[in-house]
């Protein structure tokens, strides 16, 4: 029987939602299963007493007040986390943004030297802390025979309480070649002539920077700001090898060697919830982790929603 011609116009749009909600399905049931799923899951084990073995027991709110309380390392580990998001990610992103424009100036040899400077962000991070901290070892590592002939003291660095934290913020140094790169984008990407404009006008290398470099590039600043936030909140790798391998990966060193202070929040998470198997702590761990992740990121965007060209040519 033919669709009547009223009727048409409907069953051809209902068509098109059919074929919409086809395409769309395979990314609704993915963000379900991988995303909302898991979250949820954090969150009602982060209220239970869970091994992942035997059933888990509801334990209301005890899990958060142990973390908030009474964990004895909880608070070095968000300290260490907080040092690396204050300190490591400004000067990484200063260092790459730094790298950026002086390879942006270059004439001669630029492609070399960008493919230098990028080159140990391609390394694997397990590879290359292990290397890093190799070059840094007291004694025989180069960088201590090369402080010696210079006549500079020469830190026991990643088996130093005191310089453990600086040497990786020096190994995040050495690895920003990614930032490096969407630096480097943005600024060839600023129009040459609002240069020659304002050079015209008598503006200095600092005004053209602070009133055309800086607006130009602020989403990109943005970009890179909030993504190091959010991978300084989770580091994990770099910690555990730098330890591992300052400590003879000996049997027995413990987490954050030397004395806790390269114990980050990530890694006390993964300790408490897989090697004491105390997973419904562990899930409320994760669960303050995100909540301080997405507060981060709103803030940063809050922020940076109000800066204009405009406010900063000013």
């Given at each position: 029987m033919a669709i009547p011609h009223v009727l048409a116009p409907r069953a051809a749009a209902h068509r098109r939602r059919l074929v919409v909600a086809a395409f769309l399905a395979p990314g609704v049931v993915g963000i379900g299963l991988f995303l909302i799923y898991p979250l949820l899951t954090t969150v009602y084990l982060s209220f239970t007493n869970s091994n992942m073995i035997s059933p888990a027991k509801w334990v209301g709110l005890r899990n958060y007040r142990y973390l908030f309380t009474q964990d004895p390392s909880i608070w070095q580990a968000v300290r260490n986390t907080?040092?690396?998001?204050?300190?490591?990610?400004?000067?990484?992103?200063?260092?790459?943004?730094?790298?950026?424009?002086?390879?942006?100036?270059?004439?001669?040899?630029?492609?070399?030297?960008?493919?230098?400077?990028?080159?140990?962000?391609?390394?694997?991070?397990?590879?290359?802390?292990?290397?890093?901290?190799?070059?840094?070892?007291?004694?025989?590592?180069?960088?201590?025979?090369?402080?010696?002939?210079?006549?500079?003291?020469?830190?026991?660095?990643?088996?130093?309480?005191?310089?453990?934290?600086?040497?990786?913020?020096?190994?995040?140094?050495?690895?920003?070649?990614?930032?490096?790169?969407?630096?480097?984008?943005?600024?060839?990407?600023?129009?040459?002539?609002?240069?020659?404009?304002?050079?015209?006008?008598?503006?200095?290398?600092?005004?053209?920077?602070?009133?055309?470099?800086?607006?130009?590039?602020?989403?990109?600043?943005?970009?890179?700001?909030?993504?190091g936030v959010i991978a300084a909140l989770q580091y994990f790798t770099q910690a555990v090898v730098a330890q591992q391998t300052a400590g003879n990966s000996r049997i027995g060193v413990p987490p954050g060697y030397p004395n806790g202070s390269t114990l980050t929040y990530s890694q006390w998470l993964y300790v408490v919830g897989f090697g004491q198997f105390h997973m419904g702590y562990a899930c409320a761990l994760a669960v303050l982790l995100f909540a301080a992740t997405m507060l981060a990121t709103v803030v940063l965007l809050r922020r940076a929603s109000g800066f204009t060209p405009q406010e900063a040519a000013s």
């Open positions: 907080g040092w690396l998001v204050a300190i490591m990610v400004p000067a990484q992103l200063l260092f790459a943004l730094g790298v950026a424009m002086v390879t942006a100036r270059l004439k001669a040899g630029a492609g070399i030297y960008r493919t230098l400077f990028y080159l140990p962000a391609l390394a694997p991070p397990v590879a290359a802390t292990v290397a890093f901290v190799c070059l840094f070892t007291p004694g025989t590592g180069p960088v201590d025979h090369l402080l010696h002939a210079l006549g500079l003291p020469q830190p026991l660095w990643f088996t130093s309480e005191t310089w453990s934290k600086p040497g990786l913020a020096l190994l995040a140094l050495w690895g920003s070649g990614s930032s490096m790169v969407i630096f480097l984008a943005a600024l060839l990407d600023v129009p040459a002539e609002l240069y020659e404009a304002a050079a015209l006008d008598g503006a200095g290398s600092w005004q053209r920077f602070r009133r055309i470099t800086l607006p130009t590039i602020s989403p990109v600043l943005l970009f890179s700001a909030v993504t």
